[in-house]
Nanobody, 121 residues
Framework: QVQLVESGGGLVQAGGSLRLSCAASGRIFSINDMGWYRQAPGKQRELVATITSGGSTIYADSVKGRFAIVRDNAKNTVYLQMNSLKPDETAVYYC???????????????WGRGTQVTVSS
């Protein structure tokens, strides 16, 4: 059993900052990529940022220069620092991890339940 638990969401004014955290726990052998996605009401889930186990990152163009993704491999945790937030970034933010539950297992994507981020204008 694997769990990804997000925290750190909330209400913030436009221009403000939030830091999201996501901790993976359970039967984990190794974690490849970890990432953050978001889904606004009536819209599809979209990539925000991902990070490999080696620290290489990918960001959506819309967040480059404002968001930063980092991970602590020892804690199986990924963070998303979000600065200069905009009202249209109001969404549920989901954590994702591509991981193996054993040495011979096939990597599989796991998702957290999401954390709400609301940016007021």
């Amino acid at each position: 059993q694997v769990q990804l638990v997000e925290s750190g969401g909330g209400l913030v004014q436009a221009g403000g900052s939030l830091r999201l955290s996501c901790a993976a726990s359970g039967r984990i052998f190794s974690i490849n990529d970890m990432g953050w996605y978001r889904q606004a009401p009536g819209k599809q889930r979209e990539l925000v940022a991902t990070i490999t186990s080696g620290g290489s990152t990918i960001y959506a163009d819309s967040v480059k220069g404002r968001f930063a993704i980092v991970r602590d491999n020892a804690k199986n945790t990924v963070y998303l620092q979000m600065n200069s937030l905009k009202p249209d970034e109001t969404a549920v933010y989901y954590c994702n991890a591509d991981l193996k539950t054993s040495r011979i297992a096939v990597p599989k994507a796991y998702w957290g339940r999401g954390t709400q981020v609301t940016v007021s204008s």
